[in-house]
C-alpha cells in the first residue's frame, strides 16, 4: 500500500492534523463510531477526557487489529465531544495520547454535539482505516 500525506501550500500547515492522506493499493474498513467502552460494557475513566480518549483509541486499534492492520492504517477519523473546550484545555495530553497510537496524524475533523448514546462518554471517534493487502503498515 502506498501512503501520501497531502499538504496544499495554498492552506495553513496543519497542526495536530493533515489536510489529506491519499492511498493507494490495500483494503477499506469501515470504523464504527467507538466510545470509551470497557470490555465489560461500561464507560471507563468516567469524567477523565484523556482517559476515555486513549481507550477510544485502544477500541478502534483493536478493531483494527482483528481486522488485519495497525492503528497506523487508519487514514480519517471524525472526533466527537461533548465540550469543545475541555478538548482544546486538554490538546498536550490529547497529542500524546495520539502519539502512542500514530506516527503521522490522520485526516481528522472535530465537532461538539449535544449528546451520546451513554451519558457518561466525553468523546468518540469514527473513520476508515486502509489496510495493506500484506499485513499492517507499522505495529503498535
Given at each position: 500500500m502506498k501512503r501520501?500525506?497531502?499538504t496544499p501550500s495554498e492552506l495553513a500547515d496543519p497542526r495536530g492534523f493533515n489536510h489529506g492522506v491519499l492511498v493507494e493499493g490495500g483494503k477499506t474498513l469501515y470504523l464504527?463510531?467507538?466510545d470509551a467502552t470497557g470490555a465489560d460494557?461500561?464507560?471507563v475513566a468516567s469524567g477523565d477526557l484523556?482517559?476515555?480518549?486513549e481507550r477510544v483509541l485502544e477500541n478502534l486499534a483493536t478493531v483494527v487489529e482483528e481486522?488485519?492492520?495497525?492503528?497506523?492504517d487508519i487514514v480519517k477519523l471524525n472526533i466527537f465531544v461533548a465540550d469543545r473546550e475541555r478538548y482544546r484545555e486538554n490538546l498536550e495530553p490529547l497529542g500524546e495520547v495520539f502519539g502512542r497510537y500514530f506516527e503521522e496524524y490522520p485526516a481528522l475533523a472535530l465537532f461538539e454535539v449535544s449528546g451520546f448514546f451513554k451519558e457518561e462518554t466525553l468523546v468518540e471517534l469514527e473513520g476508515f482505516a486502509v489496510i495493506d493487502e500484506e499485513?499492517?503498515?507499522d505495529a503498535r
Amino acid at each position: 500500500m502506498k501512503r501520501q500525506i497531502v499538504t496544499p501550500s495554498e492552506l495553513a500547515d496543519p497542526r495536530g492534523f493533515n489536510h489529506g492522506v491519499l492511498v493507494e493499493g490495500g483494503k477499506t474498513l469501515y470504523l464504527a463510531g467507538q466510545d470509551a467502552t470497557g470490555a465489560d460494557g461500561n464507560i471507563v475513566a468516567s469524567g477523565d477526557l484523556v482517559g476515555q480518549f486513549e481507550r477510544v483509541l485502544e477500541n478502534l486499534a483493536t478493531v483494527v487489529e482483528e481486522a488485519g492492520g495497525a492503528s497506523e492504517d487508519i487514514v480519517k477519523l471524525n472526533i466527537f465531544v461533548a465540550d469543545r473546550e475541555r478538548y482544546r484545555e486538554n490538546l498536550e495530553p490529547l497529542g500524546e495520547v495520539f502519539g502512542r497510537y500514530f506516527e503521522e496524524y490522520p485526516a481528522l475533523a472535530l465537532f461538539e454535539v449535544s449528546g451520546f448514546f451513554k451519558e457518561e462518554t466525553l468523546v468518540e471517534l469514527e473513520g476508515f482505516a486502509v489496510i495493506d493487502e500484506e499485513g499492517p503498515t507499522d505495529a503498535r
